[in-house]
């Protein structure tokens, strides 16, 4: 059956789904328009995020889409009705808040990408702490194409992938095809569109499946120590490790291995 014009548009442009204890699924849903970032969609976005952050209840958070695109980066058409510079700057503030959002919430985030991901949409995949996409799937840091560099989509991109690989991304604005991407460490496995959605469910199950403290610390960890020098990165990392090790969870499961048995979670 095909969704009329008027049931698209009274359809959430963002609906969230409880998909299995621990992980939820927030899924962009503007098909006909590739699933733009638009002012309308930052704030479903970030309210939906800020929801998943607050909640102690989730480990995994996947990032899904409906349609031909993952998401074609920001809404051109009302970007240019607007041409000032204070729009501007709130916008890519409001567009970076979300992105930062995504990568300090304690959950981990799962990029599934089921379709093209351009300019921001591109930058939305790099940002995710992990990314599954489809054989078909192609990616672009396409802004240059129409005179803007995707300084924003930089960051991210810049941290994914290698530097010169991101900065020929960046200053070309070529596609990249799901095995370049793969190949470049922009996403972590490639599949057949048959096997995405059941790929990502089981990596999503098998993180929800570890103890939330340490998923926690350890995003934190993570993050924090690629920014900071090595001598202080292992002086992170110890203290980090220190903490872990005093979690029940942890005690509970160093006690499960050496008694050769399964640990019991709480």
């Given amino acids: 059956m095909t969704a009329s014009a008027d049931s698209l548009d009274t359809a959430p ?10 992980i939820v699924k927030l899924t962009l849903n503007r098909p006909d328009q590739y699933n733009p970032l638009s002012e309308q969609m930052l704030s479903s976005l970030q309210q939906e995020i800020d929801s998943v952050a607050a909640d102690n209840e989730i480990k995994v958070l996947i990032l899904a889409a409906t349609g031909k695109a993952f998401c074609a980066g920001h809404d051109l058409k009302e970007m240019r009705a607007q041409p000032d510079q204070q729009y501007y700057e709130d916008l890519f503030s409001r567009c970076s808040r979300m992105m930062l959002t995504l990568a300090r919430m304690p959950q981990i985030v ?16 790099a940002n995710a702490d992990l990314a599954v996409t489809v054989d078909t799937a192609r990616f672009a840091a396409s802004g240059i194409n129409l005179g803007l560099f995707c300084s924003t989509p930089s960051v991210p991109l810049s941290r ?3 530097r010169k690989r991101a900065f020929e991304m960046l200053t070309t604005g070529e596609f990249i095809d799901a095995h370049t991407a793969e190949a470049y460490g922009l996403v972590n496995r490639v599949v057949s569109a048959e096997k995405l959605v059941d790929t990502v469910d089981a990596l999503a199950q098998t993180i929800a499946g570890k103890p939330a403290d340490a998923l926690r610390l350890g995003k934190a960890l993570f993050y924090r ?13 110890g203290r980090a ?10 005690q509970e499961g160093i006690d499960a291995f050496i008694e050769k048995r399964d640990p019991r979670w709480k």
């Fill in 13 to 22: 442009i963002v609906f969230k789904e409880n998909l299995a204890p621990g």
């Fill in 110 to 125: 799962i990029a599934q990408v089921q379709g093209m991901a351009t300019a921001a949409g591109c930058q939305l995949v």
């Fill in 160 to 162: 994914a992938v290698s």
């Fill in 225 to 237: 120590q690629l920014n900071i020098p090595l001598s202080e990165a292992y002086q992170a990392a």
């Fill in 241 to 250: 490790m220190a903490d872990n090790m005093l979690f029940p969870d942890t």
